[in-house]
């Protein structure tokens, strides 16, 4: 009975109670910023009290605007407050509405005009600031050097946040500036001889100076300047510290009329508040580390839960910021497309120098290309995405559904069940916004190694040179019963010429895991049932070069039977950006299909376009050279609208209609229309990169020098005859 009473519980619940809750760590910061506070205003009050009540019957209107327009920039700021999951306009909006208030706070009458005197001397502020960060920065510097000799406990090895030490130096600056704001060095003079009233600690307790301690509470100026000159006493003077005598800070006295004669060898009470501020932080900060205080201690539900999900949390990186401007990969990327069409287009291809390293180049049996391993079994699953590009939470959602061994949906009172796809086919575009060694390892294949682990003798610096690379145990490819992947590339991949592609698709064995048997950037796939899957690469050409034309050719009259069907794979769906942009492209793909396959492309699929659309032909007398026209490009990227396609009706002659689209026709109008409007929200640093841009071209237009130093001076004199002539 007991041990079931014991499995029962919730443990969890049992180590929240057991749980010490002391405060850890830097909870002192936050006591520090609560005591600074309370300080000023208790400062503040007692110097301002009798004058803010004098003029409150003038100055209420203007305290309850101040408070009406706090509150209403609260309002709107409150739900950008404390999130952990944020808009991407969500730091610009909240900057927007503080500028705002700075903006609306100006025009009202200051502090000072309606009796409050915050009296905070700036230049005495940045001093203390600054120095204290350096002071606290060498500090934790030295302290970490103990600690990687082991003179520290581990538990020090911890580095702070520059975040938490520079709020930490902020609060200690404000504390000394009101505190020498308001006070001075009246501590220094109280203690003089000639000073005819003794302070002493907590004399305005004394019952002989007042009836009762209430009304000697209630004179609070009084009580701030026992403060001032009993609670923050001197500590001495040169004489006492010659060591510190060119360090310290001497003669300002804060007084007034005659009572400062000469000057002041005393120590000022600003350095010795400070210096305790410091040591009290260096002693909390060591004590804390090097005593075992977090092994002790352990933190809270809240924080275990906190710091629990930080250290689960994917190291993935943020969308491509494409309207930003911000990113030094984007000005890479412009400048990778302009050597790309410069160089590459026309000039230099790597579809033709893989061509020339086949050692066959004759016929359609070209291991390197065709792959037949599949064409044996009864059935086959596969997946098509494209447009991966930009990694992150996005394209790992796309992964780990693809990843997972089957889906299930609900279909009207029947449930339908999906398998995982024994094939991927990747439609191009893998990283952006352009190929590189760093974003296709953190953009395409970081998503996809969390959604579906490679075998562990996986090594990512591992260069396949004779694939396929088998598994062990596995002698052929057809006998590997895993998911495997073939990839083209898109125009994103072939700014660098398609070195990286070649690198980390054709030479690689594993994307997370699925395994790569692919060798050149296009492919043929004999599937089971006479079908086939061609893999184009258009390159930035939008279309295949004649070396594929050749291959696929060869292939369609040896290879592919009268009933066959294939499923043509490019990147982008020229059937769309022909008919938006009233061009044709692709011409040898048209001709391929049209005079090659003649009816036998049963489907076309591509991505390009972040968006799912697929159109069905409309029966006619009329042949039909493709059946459907599939875009699929929900990769993870951004979105494209598909209301823009809605008039597309026709291709290579046949009429076609739209089934399906995603987003639908009606919400990618809405969409459209809400970009307006949150364009500049989301995308606030094009305005600053956009005015940049035309300040240079509009300053260029204008005269670098004046009209007097282009054209030299011309002087008239009056000539005999009368008339007037230039003389240089």
Same mark, same amino acid.
């Given at each position: 009975m007991g041990s079931f009473l014991i499995d029962t519980l919730r443990m969890e619940r049992v180590r929240?109670?057991?749980?010490? @809750?002391?405060?850890?760590? &830097?909870? &002192?910061?936050?006591? !520090?910023?609560? !005591? *600074?506070? *309370?300080?000023?205003?208790?400062?503040?009050?007692?110097?301002?009290?009798? @004058?803010?009540?004098?003029?409150?019957?003038?100055?209420?209107?203007?305290?309850?605007?101040?408070?009406?327009?706090? /509150?209403?920039f609260y309002f709107f700021s409150s739900p950008f407050l404390g999130k952990t999951i944020k808009p991407s306009y969500s730091n610009f909006s909240r900057w927007y509405i503080a500028w705002i208030l700075v903006a609306a706070l100006y025009h009202l009458p200051s502090f000072q005009s309606m009796g409050v005197d915050l009296r905070m001397n700036l230049s005495l502020f940045l001093t203390i600031y600054v120095s204290s960060i350096l002071f606290l920065l060498v500090f934790h510097i030295i302290f970490y050097g103990l600690w990687y000799i082991g003179l520290v406990s581990r538990v020090a090895g911890k580095r702070p946040e520059l975040l938490t030490i520079f709020q930490n130096c902020a609060v200690l600056s404000i504390a000394c500036c009101v505190f020498y704001s308001h006070c001075g060095n009246r501590a220094i003079l109280r203690g003089r001889p000639h000073e005819r009233r003794h302070s002493s600690w907590f004399a305005f307790w004394r019952k002989e100076e007042r009836n009762t301690w209430l009304a000697k509470f209630l004179r609070i100026y009084e009580l701030k300047e026992q403060v001032c000159s009993s609670w923050f006493a001197p500590v001495g003077s040169a004489s006492d510290y010659p060591l510190l005598s060119k360090w310290v800070?001497?003669?300002?006295?804060?007084?007034? +009329?005659?009572?400062?004669? /000469?000057?002041?060898?005393?120590?000022?009470?600003?350095?010795?508040?400070? !210096?305790?501020?410091?040591?009290?932080?260096?002693?909390?900060?060591?004590?804390?580390?090097?005593?075992?205080? !977090?092994?002790? &201690?352990?933190?809270? *539900?809240?924080?275990?839960?906190k710091l629990k999900k930080k250290q689960l949390k994917p190291e993935f990186l943020d969308m491509v910021p494409w309207y930003s401007g911000t990113s030094a990969?984007?000005?890479?990327?412009?400048?990778?497309?302009?050597?790309?069409?410069?160089?590459?287009?026309g000039r230099f291809d790597m579809r033709m120098m893989q061509a020339a390293m086949n050692k066959v180049q004759d016929g359609p049996q070209q291991g390197d290309i065709l792959y037949d391993h599949f064409s044996e079994k009864d059935d086959l699953w596969f997946d098509f995405m494209a447009d991966t590009g930009d990694? +992150?939470?996005?394209?790992?959602?796309?992964?780990?559904?693809?990843?997972?061994? =089957?889906?299930?949906?609900?279909?009207?009172?029947?449930?339908?069940?999906?398998?995982?796809?024994?094939?991927?086919?990747?439609?191009?575009?893998?990283?952006?916004?352009?190929?590189?060694?760093?974003?296709?390892?953190?953009?395409?294949?970081?998503?996809?190694?969390?959604?579906?682990?490679?075998?562990?003798?996986?090594?990512?610096?591992?260069?396949?040179?004779?694939?396929?690379?088998?598994?062990?145990?596995?002698?052929?490819?057809?006998?590997? %019963?895993?998911?495997?992947?073939?990839?083209?590339?898109?125009?994103?991949?072939?700014?660098?010429?398609?070195?990286?592609?070649?690198?980390?698709?054709?030479?690689?064995?594993?994307?997370? +895991?699925?395994f790569m048997p692919q060798k050149k950037s296009y492919f043929a796939l004999q599937l089971p049932k006479r079908w086939w899957v061609f893999g184009l690469d258009l390159a930035l050409h939008n279309d295949i070069?004649?070396?594929? #034309?050749?291959? #696929?050719? %060869?292939?369609?009259?040896?290879?592919?039977?009268?009933? %066959?069907?294939v499923i043509i794979i490019t990147h982008e769906p020229n059937w769309l950006l022909d008919w938006y942009w009233n061009d044709v492209s692709g011409k040898n793909v048209s001709y391929l299909i049209c005079d090659y396959l003649k009816g036998r492309c049963k489907l076309r699929v591509a991505g390009d376009l972040h968006h799912y659309m697929r159109h069905s032909y409309v029966p006619s007398d009329?042949? *039909?050279?493709?059946? &459907?026209?599939?875009?699929?490009?929900?990769?993870g990227a951004f979105l494209h609208p598909t209301h823009i396609f809605n008039n597309f009706k026709s291709f290579y002659g046949a009429t076609y209609e739209t089934k399906a689209a995603y987003p639908s026709l009606e919400d990618s109008?809405?969409?459209?229309? +809400?970009?307006?409007?949150?364009?500049?929200?989301?995308?606030?640093?094009?305005?600053?990169?956009?005015?940049i841009i035309y300040f240079v071209l509009?300053?260029?237009?204008?005269?670098?020098? =004046?009209?007097?130093?282009?054209?030299?001076?011309?002087?008239?004199?009056?000539?005999?005859?009368?008339?007037?002539?230039?003389?240089?």
């Open positions: 929240t109670i057991l749980t010490y @809750t002391s405060p850890y760590p &830097h909870e &002192h910061s936050r006591h !520090a910023i609560i !005591a *600074v506070v *309370v300080g000023c205003l208790f400062f503040i009050s007692s110097d301002n009290m009798h @004058t803010l009540i004098e003029k409150l019957d003038n100055n209420i209107k203007w305290w309850s605007m101040y408070a009406c327009l706090l /509150g209403f800070i001497y003669g300002e006295l804060g007084c007034s +009329g005659s009572e400062c004669v /000469g000057s002041s060898d005393e120590i000022s009470p600003i350095y010795s508040l400070w !210096a305790t501020f410091i040591g009290l932080y260096i002693a909390n900060y060591v004590v804390e580390r090097s005593t075992g205080w !977090a092994l002790t &201690h352990p933190l809270s *539900v809240g924080e275990y839960e990969d984007l000005f890479k990327t412009v400048f990778d497309l302009l050597v790309s069409v410069t160089v590459f287009v990694g +992150g939470n996005s394209s790992y959602t796309i992964a780990r559904l693809l990843a997972q061994p =089957s889906l299930r949906f609900s279909r009207g009172d029947s449930e339908l069940s999906l398998e995982r796809g024994k094939l991927l086919l990747i439609g191009g575009d893998l990283a952006y916004p352009n190929p590189s060694a760093f974003t296709y390892e953190n953009r395409l294949f970081r998503p996809f190694e969390y959604a579906l682990q490679p075998p562990l003798w996986y090594k990512p610096e591992h260069i396949a040179t004779n694939k396929p690379e088998l598994p062990p145990g596995v002698s052929e490819l057809k006998q590997y %019963d895993g998911p495997q992947s073939f990839i083209i590339p898109g125009n994103h991949d072939w700014f660098d010429g398609l070195h990286t592609f070649m690198r980390y698709i054709c030479h690689k064995s594993w994307l997370g +895991g699925w070069d004649v070396y594929q #034309f050749k291959f #696929f050719s %060869d292939l369609i009259n040896e290879k592919v039977g009268e009933n %066959d069907s009329g042949p *039909v050279h493709v059946q &459907h026209l599939l875009v699929n490009g929900c990769g109008g809405r969409i459209a229309l +809400g970009n307006i409007l949150k364009f500049r929200k989301k995308n606030w640093q094009f305005d600053f990169i956009g005015g509009s300053f260029s237009m204008f005269p670098q020098v =004046s009209f007097s130093a282009v054209i030299p001076k011309v002087r008239f004199v009056t000539l005999a005859s009368g008339h007037v002539g230039p003389f240089m």
